[in-house]
């Protein structure tokens, strides 16, 4: 176990570039994590790391060890926590990322009724709109919505993820009401900027191609609850996920617009590191959460 926490600790360092963030990580102190660097170079008779007052480097052996330690860490502890959990309940730490609003409106509450069912189970979430390292920064999974990028992570479709467009009925008896997209540059736009490209709203005409329109708007916010707000205020137009939208068309707050040319909806996204055994504490909650969303649908 000490030869592990050595292995492991190297790993962090490299992932971190820095003694005190991977003992952060780990949750042990810097001299800590120095006492056990110098113990693994020890014990393999090399230098993994060249230190100097201003870097930490590693060597060209410590670059082939860490190549190789770090899937063996990955194997062993899914294949240890597959075999543990075989006959057990899933138990052990689950480090999750997800977006803020998405996390706290809709991921939040799921994770209340997850936390019930597996008590043996520690969640540690981080609610973040940075698009997080899953692997260097020690994340089992992360949530993402959209067309993902990294295709080396292994990723399991959830649900589909609406966007409407919306304003308030202040707004479209004082601007009237577009009929088509092409109509948004005669408006007030209020962008979200958490889109990924927030700065054209796509649109699907009557032969289903998608139209890419080019918006621009004397607001924008990085939140989209922020957005329908200002929308509700008669501020403009906005597009938003229809789950942070629901609660104000309900209320009237807000009335969709050119709901006939809505775009396929994105998807949101369970993705992990590629591992030969997926730890059973990841495999239930993802099993989870699709069941949960798909009976939302």
């Known amino acids: ?29 810097h001299g800590q994590a120095s006492k056990l660097i110098s113990r693994l170079e020890s014990e393999l008779g090399v230098n993994l790391l060249r230190r100097s007052t201003r870097s930490l480097t590693p060597t060209e052996v410590g670059l082939a060890y860490y190549d190789r330690i770090r899937q063996l860490l990955i194997d062993y502890d899914a294949l240890n926590d597959s075999v543990r959990n075989t006959a057990n309940t899933p138990s052990g730490l689950l480090r999750i990322s997800a977006p803020v609003t998405f996390g706290v409106s809709q991921l939040a509450p799921l994770l209340v009724t997850f936390a019930r069912q597996y008590p ?6 981080n609610f973040s709109d940075r698009l997080v390292n899953v692997v260097d920064e020690g994340f089992d999974m ?37 009929t088509h997209w092409s109509e948004l540059e005669q408006h007030q736009l209020i962008i979200d900027s958490n889109f990924r490209d927030p700065w054209h709203w796509p649109f699907r005409d009557a032969k289903q191609q998608i139209h890419a329109q080019p918006v621009r708007g004397r607001i924008k916010f990085s939140n989209a609850e922020a957005c329908i707000e200002a929308a509700c205020a008669g501020l403009g137009i906005a597009r938003v996920p229809m789950f942070i939208a629901e609660k104000a068309l309900d209320a009237a707050r807000v009335v969709p617009i050119l709901a006939a040319f809505e775009a396929p909806p994105l998807a949101l996204y369970a993705v992990y590191p590629p591992a030969r055994y997926l730890a059973q504490k990841s495999r239930v909650l993802i099993d989870f959460l699709a069941h949960s969303y798909a009976a939302r649908q």
């Open 120 to 125: 043996e189970i520690e969640l540690d979430v």
């Open 1 to 29: 176990m000490e030869r592990l926490d050595c292995d492991r600790m190297f790993v962090a360092v490299m992932e971190t570039g820095s003694f005190t963030a991977a003992a952060q990580r780990c949750g042990t102190s």
């Open 142 to 178: 992360a949530l993402r919505i959209g067309n993902l990028t990294d295709s080396s992570l292994v990723a399991r479709r959830l649900c589909p993820i609406r966007s409407v467009v919306v304003a308030s009925g202040d707004y479209l008896a004082r601007h009237g009401e577009p």
